[in-house]
């Protein structure tokens, strides 16, 4: 079993910019993949990012590719979520997430554990 914990959240202007971390904790060594997802008011979860926990390989959702860059630093257990050009479409509840089954997968039903959330706002 793993804990996720987010950071970072927070309300900002459009083209702000924020960065999230998402720690984790417990039985680490086995994870495939850790994601960021976002969910709306109203609308379903979807993916923003992953990145693979052995290698460099990262995926990024179109809506935020070229604004968003994820990282990690597997010596601290923790993964990065810089958000920049901030827009108030971005605005949502911020899930990390851990797969312990597979690379790259973009689906929310692939993901084993889940963080608590972290908001983030974005608005004039």
């Known amino acids: 079993q793993v804990q996720l914990v987010e950071s970072g959240g927070g309300l900002v202007q459009p083209g702000d910019s924020l960065r999230l971390s998402c720690t984790a904790s417990?039985?680490?060594?086995?994870?495939?993949?850790m994601g960021w997802f976002r969910q709306a008011p109203g609308k379903e979860r979807e993916f923003v990012a992953s990145i693979s926990w052995t290698t460099t390989d990262t995926h990024s959702a179109a809506p935020v590719k070229g604004r968003f860059t994820i990282s990690k630093n597997t010596a601290e257990n923790t993964v990065y979520l810089q958000m920049n050009s901030l827009r108030p479409e971005d605005t949502a509840v911020y899930y990390c997430?851990?797969?312990?089954?597979?690379?790259?997968?973009?689906?929310?039903?692939?993901?084993?554990?889940w963080g608590q959330g972290t908001q983030v706002t974005v608005s004039s």
């Open positions: 997430a851990a797969d312990y089954t597979q690379f790259g997968s973009r689906d929310v039903e692939h993901y084993d554990y």
């Open positions: 417990g039985r680490t060594d086995d994870i495939y993949t």
